[in-house]
């Protein structure tokens, strides 16, 4: 190693090292050429298998099983430390390090996969910061899979790189792109407004399921279908024939299989919040929990609630999930 130091009160050095190689992109070979996986590829990884890793996590700690293996809740002063909270902060730490050191090649892709860390950690408990309380494994906690089959489905197809606008500003082809958006972004209202988030949301990025979306007919409970199908019998009960029960127990069941059915006490705990919230237990009897069972829960769960004629039902909501 020489090192020299520069004259006329400049501060300088030369340092001879060896050159360091930093790879551009991480190649995995396939066939005759290599197969370059980008940011957004490492993203949308980190996103699944995140939140694939999560659900076995947490349904073993559910299940009692997970304490053999050394997993369990964490804590932290008495305080049960939801694992959105790390989501949480490993995305304001990789974005504080994107925006601050400008990584490139395969720093970028690893800050990609950690990033993706991060968001698969924060939107697995979506319906924990959407409604504002634990409902991990009540029906609401539903909605924490909804939300994350919309994020991978839209990095997904962000994979191959999407220019939303072309041209240059100005000129035929961009006025054309900026029609297309507006549409589609017409169409993604449609959708929202006949009770279709999902679609509204990835319709975003794919049209055509945007185009899908407003074509068919609106939920019975939207907007649309409340003000555009008054009056008109035959599109109310084909709607609600469309959107009926059994659309809602196929999609439940496919829910649950990825991600796991509602638990016994995750619906107690969920009951007992609203009762509590009465001044009197009484203002809420059994009777009406009952009610709110048939409303609320799913075939699978109802058929089995047989632990609801345990007159102690709100000792059996404390503990964990």
């Keep these: 190693m020489r090192v020299e130091a520069a004259s006329a009160g400049h ?22 050429g290599d197969l370059s996986l980008g940011p957004t590829m490492w993203l949308f990884l980190g996103i699944l298998i995140t939140f694939l ?22 804590r932290i002063a008495g305080n049960h430390v939801h694992h959105q909270v790390f989501g949480i902060l490993i995305i304001i730490g990789t974005g504080i390090t994107l925006v ?42 539903r909605k924490s899979v909804d939300a994350i089959f919309c994020v991978l ?7 191959g790189g999407t220019s939303f606008v072309t041209g240059r500003m100005g000129t035929a082809a961009w006025w054309s792109s900026v029609a297309v958006i507006v549409v589609n972004l017409l169409l993604c209202v449609i959708c929202l407004l006949k009770g279709k988030v999902m679609t509204g949301v990835i319709g975003v990025f794919i049209s055509v399921v945007a185009i899908v979306g407003a074509v068919r007919l609106a939920k019975p409970e939207s907007w649309w279908a409340q003000h555009r199908y008054a009056g008109k019998a035959r599109l109310a009960e084909r709607a609600a024939n469309r959107y009926d029960q059994r659309h809602r127990d196929r999609w439940n069941r496919l829910r649950d ?13 969920q009951m007992s919040r609203i009762a509590a919230s009465r001044d009197r237990e009484d203002l809420f009897p059994r009777e009406g929990l009952m ?20 007159s102690n039902w709100r000792s059996r909501c404390s503990g964990d999930r």
């Design 53 to 74: 890793v999560v659900r076995v996590v947490t349904r073993l700690i559910r299940s009692g099983s997970g304490g053999g293996v050394g997993l369990g809740n964490v």
């Design 257 to 269: 299989f990825v991600a796991g059915a509602p638990s016994e006490k995750g619906v107690l705990r």
């Design 153 to 159: 489905v839209i990095t997904g197809a962000l994979i």
């Design 100 to 141: 601050s050191a400008t990584p490139r090649g395969a720093a970028l892709d690893a800050a990609a996969a950690v990033f993706g860390v991060g968001v698969g950690l924060t939107v697995d408990e979506f319906a924990l910061w959407l409604h504002l309380e634990d409902v991990y494994w009540a029906e609401q906690g």
């Design 11 to 32: 501060w300088a050095s030369l340092v001879d090292l060896p050159p360091v190689h930093v790879p551009s992109r991480v190649k995995i070979p396939v066939g005759r």
């Design 291 to 310: 009610d709110l069972c048939d409303a609320n829960l799913s075939a699978e769960i109802k058929a089995s609630r047989s632990w609801m004629d345990n």
